[in-house]
């Protein structure tokens, strides 16, 4: 069932293109905003406003054919999307007194009268735990694996890896199995998920919600989306037609008073505006041509890694290519498309202002953080010319 909530906003995607507001005042703030650099970035206003990016609160996901609404929506948004919770396969369900809900890759759950979100404990459930282990011998300097002796299993390598970068223990529980090889690949079963790894590809979240789901018997099969309920991708990543300045993405993005960003490739600049008015800018390296340019157009942030490797396999170039690369603690990453365009930290140069990247937005640190601080998921990127 579908309870309570609708989506005001879809009215929002669809305006965006339509409406236009004159801004007389465009050439002094802009050049109130770009002039003076020191080479640090500037906080232009104090940032605040209300969560980042469209306040919707029912989405639909023609996908599976399931709705996700209200807290669920917020928490699955905010801590992980599709990413690392995967996709909905059913509606809230009542269930012992709590609500629940089925995705790919886990159970969401409340009280029925309210309360904070929870995530089931599937690999339990399951049956997936097994007997406890010594730790491994050595420290963990030198072992490269943690050990949790709350359930007597460690996690090494990319398994850790992910851990670390999607929320710890308190998001996806404690190791309640060492690594396994299951179905051709490696896995580890944690409470609340089962992370798996392949030669040449980055660790994931496995089909444990689904899983689950098959074994309690719960309908999965599709429903009439509710009325007024936007597509998820819409709602939540908003597209809009490109724009060829920062004149045209305050026409469009100033009137809505919300948090967005603006990219612009000539000028080697990101401004974070507040609506209409600019909080803070600093330069940036943009893709450089013989490594890839970075995609112009109308974005939004859908996925955020606190600190993380980058390795260019993934997106298959081999390490031995000259365009290979394997860089380390890349902090502050917050991901604007789905094949891996990033504006994050680059500790590797200092030539802020020039093109230098495969296609992501470098940024130094102070301006990293600045906008790991402000932005979250949702908030729109625009780049362009």
């Known amino acids: 069932m579908v309870r309570g909530g609708t989506a005001g906003s879809s009215a929002f995607v669809a305006s965006i293109s339509r409406r236009r507001v004159a801004m007389a005042a465009l050439g002094a703030m802009l050049g109130a905003s770009v002039g003076g650099l020191t080479g640090q970035g500037r906080v232009l206003a104090g940032p605040g406003g209300a969560l980042a990016g469209p306040n919707v609160s029912l989405v639909y996901f023609p996908e599976t054919g399931h709705h996700l609404q209200q807290d669920f929506l917020q928490f699955w948004r905010t801590m992980g999307g599709a990413n690392l919770f995967g996709l909905p396969l059913t509606e809230e369900l009542e269930w012992g007194g709590r609500i ?3 995705f790919e890759h886990c159970r969401f759950e409340r009280l029925a009268d309210g309360g904070p979100v929870e995530l089931g404990l599937l690999s339990d459930e ?10 491994p011998a050595g420290d963990e300097g030198a072992t490269g694996r943690r050990y949790y002796p709350e359930t007597g299993h460690s996690v090494g390598a990319g398994f850790l890896q992910f851990l670390d970068q999607h929320g710890g223990v308190p998001l996806l529980g404690y190791p309640v199995t060492e690594e396994l090889w299951e179905n051709d690949r490696t896995v580890q079963y944690f409470q609340r998920f089962r992370l798996e790894w392949e030669p040449d590809r980055p660790v994931t979240a496995g ?11 719960v309908p999965v099969d599709p429903v009439a989306r509710a009325e007024q309920a936007p597509d998820w991708q819409e709602a939540l990543f908003p597209r809009a037609p490109r724009v060829a300045s920062t004149e045209a993405a305050l026409e469009a993005y ?20 507040e609506g209409d008015r600019a909080v803070f800018s600093d330069l940036v390296s943009t893709g450089r041509a013989d490594k890839g340019l970075t995609p112009t157009g109308i974005f939004a942030i859908q996925r955020r890694v606190y600190n993380e490797t980058m390795d260019s396999r993934t997106i298959g170039i081999p390490l031995s290519s000259p365009r290979g690369y394997l860089l380390t603690n890349v902090l502050y990453t917050q991901y604007f498309t789905g094949a891996g365009h990033a504006i994050h930290y680059a500790w590797w140069h200092n030539n802020f202002g020039q093109p230098m990247s495969y296609g ?14 402000w932005a979250g998921i949702g908030t729109p990127v625009i780049v362009h010319p």
Request: charged residues 15%; glycine residues 8%.
């Open 207 to 217: 089909q444990l919600g689904a899983e689950a789901a098959a074994r309690a018997g």
């Open 100 to 102: 629940v809900q089925y």
């Open 126 to 135: 399951l049956g997936k735990a097994q007997p406890r282990v010594p730790p």
């Open 254 to 273: 100033g009137p809505w008073g919300m948090k967005w960003i603006d990219i612009s490739i000539s000028r080697q600049l990101i401004t974070a505006y």
């Open 360 to 373: 992501c937005v470098n940024l130094r640190l102070t301006t990293a953080r600045w906008f790991w601080e």
